[in-house]
């Protein structure tokens, strides 16, 4: 689905907060750790950097800060779903801050993830994502591609219950640069057949 992959020293706290507002689609695959005293506390872990007063963790109360223009927001991680109930809010967990941020739709975590499963259920989802299923759609076909696949043991639904959509579910749009592409790519095409078209034209009456 094309995109830019941020990885190992990269992938700070900084360097998200700085590019998250232009992706339509986040994918988060890191350690999440909720906080069901305290929701605001819930994290996200990113790359510690050295001699750097900051631990690297991107709190919840830091989502309520960014501006997010994103069509989907993935949390590949751990308890990103659950946390503090707090009266008359609901639940204060990862997934509702950044729904705050602007996020119109969130995969997110009730309970801890098996790295193994996720990847495979991850690939799958997008696979059926980039076809044109709907959200909710494509993440339960993917959890029924896994367990056609997999053994007794890891159907269990520890391994692939976790995740549930929240938010809007349509299916995910092309980017805007993708309709001026392909009729530029069209225009381009009938240019030429306009050409060849002149040129043999131009032969037979000479």
Not at 157 to 170: C, H, L
Not at 172 to 181: K, L, Q, R, V, Y
Request: hydrophobic share 45%.
């Amino acid at each position: 689905m094309g995109g830019k992959v941020i990885v190992g020293e990269k992938a700070t706290v900084s360097a998200f907060e700085q590019q998250a507002p232009f992706y339509k689609i986040i994918h988060l695959a890191t350690h999440g750790k909720a906080n069901d005293e305290v929701g605001d506390y819930a994290y996200l872990a990113f790359t510690e950097v050295f001699d750097s007063l900051d631990n690297e963790k991107l709190y919840n109360r830091d989502l309520y800060h960014l501006n997010l223009n994103a069509d989907m927001v993935v949390l590949s991680a751990c308890e990103t779903g659950i946390g503090e109930l707090r009266l008359g809010e609901g639940i204060i967990s990862l997934a509702r801050g950044f729904s705050y941020a602007g996020a119109k739709s969130i995969i997110t975590t009730l309970w801890s993830v098996d790295d193994e499963t996720t990847q495979k259920l991850m690939t799958q989802f997008y696979t059926h994502l980039k076809v044109g299923m709907a959200k909710d759609a494509a993440l339960r076909q993917a959890k029924i591609d896994f367990l056609n696949t997999n053994s007794s043991l890891k159907a269990h639904p520890f391994y692939w219950a976790t995740f549930i959509p929240i938010g809007d579910t349509q299916p995910i749009e092309p980017p805007s640069n993708f309709f001026i592409w392909m009729w530029g790519l069209v225009l381009m095409v009938v240019g030429a057949l306009v050409f060849y078209v002149w040129r043999k034209k131009s032969k037979v009456i000479s």
